[in-house]
Every structure is written in structure tokens, then in C-alpha cells.
């Protein structure tokens, strides 16, 4: 089973994508991909690991996700798909190796995801081919999980397929 949780920024949706792996089998990986920058950003994952279940293992891939989801067994958690493209120069990623590498492997995945389409227009070039990049990444993904949620101050709304 794959489940991608996606929502914009403090919406609540690493916490949701949290609760949703407590209640799959164990054991549990946490693959964070993000590459801490500065101070605020480290102060931010300093609470998501406060959070964690101490018995999950987590591996830090930065851009290098596509590889580690191949050397876990068990649960897996992603977080965040967004810091993953950011990772890689100019957003260049390789779409069907991540969802080859999501749909091959055994287990159970929560991917969590920054959804960037319900915001402002991004004021630079950067912004804008950010934004393009992580929505063309969580469209492919989400077309083949079996569950995609919506997280919106905290409360999760089911997505349906459009098929």
C-alpha cells in the first residue's frame, strides 16, 4: 500500500503521515530527505524528531531517496518529496525511477509531499520551475498510490482517483 499525504506549509500533514505509520506493522524507516540549511530549518526537524517513535530507524538520503528506498524492508515513511527535488540541481529528478522504486518495493509507504499549486504565483524563475517540478512529481507519484490525502489545518480529506 502507498499513501501520499500532501498539503501546504504547517498544514499538519508530517504529523498525519506520523499517525498513519503507527498503525502499520513495524518495522518502521523514516527516510527524511531534507539537507538542513540554516537555523530555522534545523530548529523545524529538531521537532519532527521529537516526535518520532523512538524505535524508528531514520536514514537521511537528501537526494539520494531513490537508492535508500531500495535497502529498506517494513514500513517506510518519506518526508518530504519537496526537499528531495530542491536537493537535486536545477529540480532535475528522475520521476519513473522514484515510482518504479515505490511501486517495487514490499511493505507499506506513506510519502508526504508539499502541495505548491494552491499558492501564490512564485515570484522568481526559481519559484515557478520549484513548483512546476514538485507538481509534475506529485501528480506521477499520486496516480499510483492506492490512497492520496489532502491535509488542511491538521484534518485529512480523502482525494479520489480520476479514473
Not at 527516510?31 to 526537524?45: C, I, M, P, S, Y
Not at 517495487?104 to 509531499?113: D, H, I, K, L
Not at 520549484?130 to 489532502?150: H, K, M, P, T
Amino acid at each position: 500500500m502507498i499513501t501520499l499525504v500532501l498539503g501546504g506549509a504547517r498544514s499538519g500533514k508530517s504529523r498525519v503521515a506520523e499517525q498513519l505509520v503507527l498503525r502499520l506493522p513495524p518495522p518502521v524507516a523514516y527516510l527524511a530527505t531534507a539537507v538542513v540549511a540554516d537555523n530555522d530549518h534545523a530548529a523545524r526537524v529538531a521537532v519532527h524528531r521529537a516526535r518520532r517513535d523512538p524505535a524508528w530507524a531514520t536514514i537521511e538520503t537528501g537526494a539520494g531517496l531513490v537508492a535508500a528506498l531500495g535497502t529498506v524492508t517494513g514500513s517506510v515513511l518519506i518526508d518530504s518529496l519537496g526537499t528531495w527535488v530542491a536537493a537535486h540541481d536545477d529540480f532535475a529528478v528522475d520521476v519513473p525511477s522514484l515510482v518504479a522504486a515505490l511501486t517495487e518495493r514490499e511493505g507499506n509507504t506513506v510519502v508526504v509531499s508539499e502541495e505548491v499549486g494552491l499558492g501564490v504565483h512564485p515570484s522568481s524563475e526559481a519559484g515557478r520551475r520549484f513548483r512546476d517540478a514538485l507538481g509534475i512529481v506529485n501528480a506521477e507519484v499520486a496516480a499510483v498510490c492506492d490512497d492520496v490525502v489532502l491535509v488542511v489545518a491538521g484534518r485529512m480529506l480523502p482525494l479520489g482517483r480520476t479514473e
